[in-house]
Every structure is written in structure tokens, then in C-alpha cells.
């Protein structure tokens, strides 16, 4: 019999709270084992109000009452002073007092990022969680980190990004030796800008152990040249926000022409099933975990649908029953001994 597996749920976080975060809780569970149940963190009255429309979701169901919510709006710093008793806050929580496993939410991006970095530290030194999404490519999915948590990185910050990546994308697509690749305006060795070049040495020089590419360009992201893509939190959130207006523009386009006029209606519908799968593949990715922590937290996009939000306790699910955490423990110890490696103490014969 498995062990028991418990979801810790921001029911109010994101655009839509409850009506959206119950239904979804509700068709995760439908392709999960009886062993995985949920804590519903927010006002009571209107989770069981949910609930009450779902009795088989119910019986798999804890509700635990939180009077407040984290605006979409506010300020990280003033989430950390008055977060305590939100319903974000409450699900973070019960990942650190053993409860749940995992958590998850749709709410503020700063907010959770900051009050999961209070509640359960950092397994390693970096200052915050990288945010990682999955990229859809031809090859199937690319891992893409930072999309928005570290703005300002230095080289050592993106090689720790390659071993947070690494490990993420072993856990959670099953690849022994996922490849590595830097994003960079060019693929010669003398292109970027100093840290870049910096973190590539360290990656191709530092015996990592790691099955580092070299670096890659912004095309290279849906054509699946790699595994895993590193860059900046800035370069990374330009690049998905990008990505994701490109797709609305595609999907519009496509109705637009589809709707054009009889014949292109008939087209449509005998198409349909072709055009519904396309039309998930440009959705934007659900579900971003922050890397790092000493427990699993997934962050859902605020807009997301019941479809969404389910795919991201689905991702929380396999990330807590699989050997992530041990992954990121053991790979981010190898980083001391490559940072050395990479940076020879002066006189050992080293040049500067």
C-alpha cells in the first residue's frame, strides 16, 4: 500500500480562488491514488460551500480555516508582516510542520516566494528560490530557470541555477544525465556579458560531473537542443512573458482565420481535435516550483484555470514522490569543491 501523500492547497490564492481551486483539487484527486489527500487552506464557509458540490473530493478533503488573504498586489515585505494567518502562509506551513508534503498556490509570486523562504530556509546559500518552468519543445518539454525570482546573478548563482536544473529535471522526467545549457546572445565563446562567460567556465572547467552543452540562444528553447536552459531571473521572466503573448497572438490569429467564414468553419471542425491539442501546447506552462528550499512548493499562475491548477498538484505530486530533494542536496555539495577547482588559490602555480 502506498504511503499517505498530502497536498497542502492555497484555496485562496490567484484570480478566481475557491470557484476555481476546489473543481481543480477535485480533478487532480480523479487521477491520483486514494493515498493522496489535501489540506484546503481559507475561509471555511466557503471551501465547504465548494465542497459541499464535490462529496467525493470531500471525504479526501481537510479544511482549515485562515481569515485572511495576501493581496495579488502587495508587496512581499509587507506579506512577511502580516502573513501570518493568510491562507497562503497556513498551506507553506504545514509543509514545514510535516503535515503535507508539498504545497501549492496561485497567489502572489513575491509574497509566496518570500514567505516560503521564511518558513523553510534555503537548503543551500542562495538568496531566493529560482522559479522553473517546463518548455514545451520538439523534443517534448525543456526545463527553463530563472523566470522571475533572481534578477541580479552572478556566475556562481547560474551554475548553482544548472545544479537546481539538473536534479529538477531528473525527478521530474526521468533523464539520468538531462544536458545543460546557458542561455546567451550568441554560442562563441566570447559573446555575453562577463558572469555568463564566467559560469560557463566554471560549468565546462569545475567537474561538476554534469553534461554541460555550452551556450545556447533563444531559439534553442522550443527546439529542444538541451534538457535545461539557465539564465537570469530578468532574462527569464522577458523571455516567458514573450513567449506567452506570442502564443495568445497565434491562438487569436488561428480563430480569427478559422472563423473567417463557411468554408474555414468546416475546415475548423473537422480539425478540431488537431487544433485543441496545438492550443494546449501554447498554453503557458501551470506550474513553477521553487528550487532550493528544504520542502516543495509550487507556484501556479494567477490567471490559471481548473485545468492549470490541477497540472500544478499534479507536478507537486510527483515532485514529493520522487528523489528531488536528495537530488538537490546532493548535487548542490559538489559546488565547493568546483567553485575551487575553478578558482585556484594563489601560488599553487595556478595563472591569474
Same mark, same amino acid.
Given at each position: 500500500?502506498?504511503?499517505?501523500?498530502?497536498?497542502?492547497?492555497?484555496?485562496?490564492?490567484?484570480?478566481?480562488? $475557491? $470557484?476555481?481551486?476546489?473543481?481543480?483539487?477535485?480533478?487532480?484527486?480523479?487521477?491520483?491514488?486514494?493515498?493522496? @489527500?489535501?489540506?484546503?487552506?481559507?475561509d471555511?464557509?466557503?471551501?465547504?460551500?465548494?465542497?459541499?458540490?464535490?462529496?467525493?473530493?470531500?471525504?479526501?478533503?481537510?479544511?482549515?480555516?485562515?481569515?485572511?488573504?495576501?493581496?495579488?498586489?502587495?508587496?512581499?515585505a509587507?506579506? =512577511?508582516?502580516? #502573513?501570518?494567518?493568510?491562507?497562503?502562509? +497556513?498551506?507553506?506551513?504545514?509543509?514545514?510542520?510535516?503535515?503535507?508534503?508539498?504545497?501549492?498556490?496561485?497567489?502572489?509570486?513575491?509574497? %509566496?516566494?518570500?514567505? +516560503?523562504?521564511?518558513?523553510?530556509?534555503?537548503?543551500?546559500? =542562495?538568496? @531566493?528560490?529560482?522559479?522553473?518552468?517546463?518548455?514545451?519543445?520538439?523534443?517534448?518539454?525543456?526545463?527553463?530557470?530563472?523566470?522571475?525570482?533572481?534578477?541580479?546573478?552572478?556566475a556562481?548563482?547560474?551554475?548553482?541555477? &544548472?545544479? =537546481?536544473g539538473?536534479a529538477?529535471?531528473?525527478?521530474?522526467? #526521468?533523464?539520468?544525465? $538531462?544536458?545543460?545549457? %546557458?542561455?546567451?546572445?550568441?554560442?562563441?565563446?566570447?559573446?555575453?556579458?562577463?558572469?555568463?562567460?564566467?559560469?560557463?567556465?566554471?560549468?565546462?572547467?569545475?567537474?561538476?560531473?554534469?553534461?554541460?552543452?555550452?551556450?545556447?540562444?533563444?531559439?534553442d528553447?522550443?527546439?529542444?537542443?538541451?534538457?535545461?536552459?539557465?539564465?537570469?531571473?530578468?532574462?527569464? *521572466?522577458?523571455? %516567458?512573458?514573450?513567449?506567452?503573448? &506570442?502564443? @495568445?497572438?497565434i491562438?487569436?490569429?488561428?480563430?480569427?482565420?478559422?472563423?473567417?467564414?463557411?468554408?474555414?468553419?468546416?475546415?475548423?471542425?473537422?480539425?478540431?481535435?488537431?487544433? @485543441?491539442?496545438?492550443?494546449?501546447?501554447?498554453?503557458?506552462?501551470?506550474?513553477?516550483p521553487? %528550487?532550493?528550499? *528544504?520542502?516543495?512548493?509550487?507556484?501556479?499562475?494567477?490567471g490559471? +484555470?481548473?485545468?492549470?491548477?490541477?497540472?500544478?498538484?499534479?507536478?507537486?505530486?510527483? =515532485?514529493?514522490? +520522487?528523489?528531488?530533494a536528495?537530488?538537490?542536496?546532493?548535487?548542490?555539495?559538489?559546488?565547493?569543491?568546483?567553485?575551487?577547482?575553478?578558482? $585556484?588559490?594563489?601560488?599553487?602555480?595556478a595563472?591569474?
Amino acid at each position: 500500500m502506498s504511503q499517505p501523500l498530502v497536498i497542502s492547497v492555497d484555496a485562496m490564492g490567484g484570480d478566481h480562488g $475557491p $470557484p476555481v481551486t476546489a473543481p481543480a483539487v477535485a480533478r487532480a484527486a480523479t487521477s491520483m491514488g486514494p493515498h493522496v @489527500r489535501f489540506l484546503l487552506h481559507g475561509d471555511e464557509a466557503r471551501l465547504k460551500a465548494e465542497l459541499a458540490r464535490l462529496p467525493a473530493l470531500a471525504v479526501r478533503c481537510e479544511v482549515r480555516h485562515a481569515d485572511r488573504v495576501i493581496a495579488m498586489d502587495e508587496k512581499p515585505a509587507q506579506a =512577511l508582516r502580516r #502573513g501570518k494567518g493568510t491562507s497562503m502562509w +497556513s498551506a507553506v506551513e504545514a509543509v514545514k510542520t510535516g503535515e503535507a508534503t508539498a504545497a501549492v498556490s496561485a497567489g502572489n509570486t513575491g509574497a %509566496l516566494m518570500a514567505i +516560503s523562504k521564511l518558513i523553510l530556509r534555503m537548503s543551500a546559500d =542562495l538568496d @531566493r528560490p529560482p522559479l522553473v518552468v517546463g518548455w514545451p519543445s520538439v523534443r517534448g518539454v525543456t526545463t527553463f530557470l530563472d523566470v522571475g525570482a533572481n534578477v541580479d546573478c552572478d556566475a556562481e548563482r547560474l551554475v548553482e541555477f &544548472a545544479i =537546481l536544473g539538473e536534479a529538477y529535471h531528473r525527478a521530474a522526467h #526521468g533523464v539520468a544525465r $538531462p544536458t545543460i545549457g %546557458l542561455l546567451n546572445v550568441g554560442s562563441e565563446e566570447m559573446k555575453g556579458h562577463g558572469e555568463v562567460r564566467e559560469a560557463h567556465r566554471i560549468l565546462r572547467e569545475g567537474r561538476l560531473d554534469m553534461n554541460y552543452h555550452g551556450f545556447v540562444e533563444g531559439d534553442d528553447l522550443t527546439r529542444g537542443v538541451v534538457d535545461v536552459i539557465v539564465t537570469d531571473g530578468f532574462t527569464g *521572466n522577458v523571455a %516567458l512573458k514573450t513567449a506567452e503573448g &506570442a502564443a @495568445r497572438f497565434i491562438k487569436d490569429e488561428l480563430r480569427a482565420a478559422l472563423t473567417s467564414g463557411v468554408m474555414a468553419s468546416a475546415g475548423a471542425f473537422l480539425a478540431q481535435s488537431a487544433l @485543441r491539442r496545438l492550443s494546449e501546447r501554447l498554453n503557458p506552462p501551470p506550474a513553477a516550483p521553487l %528550487l532550493g528550499l *528544504n520542502g516543495i512548493v509550487v507556484k501556479c499562475h494567477g490567471g490559471a +484555470s481548473e485545468r492549470d491548477f490541477a497540472l500544478a498538484l499534479r507536478v507537486a505530486a510527483d =515532485l514529493a514522490q +520522487s528523489d528531488f530533494a536528495a537530488e538537490i542536496e546532493r548535487n548542490m555539495g559538489k559546488l565547493p569543491a568546483a567553485m575551487a577547482e575553478s578558482h $585556484p588559490a594563489p601560488g599553487d602555480g595556478a595563472s591569474s
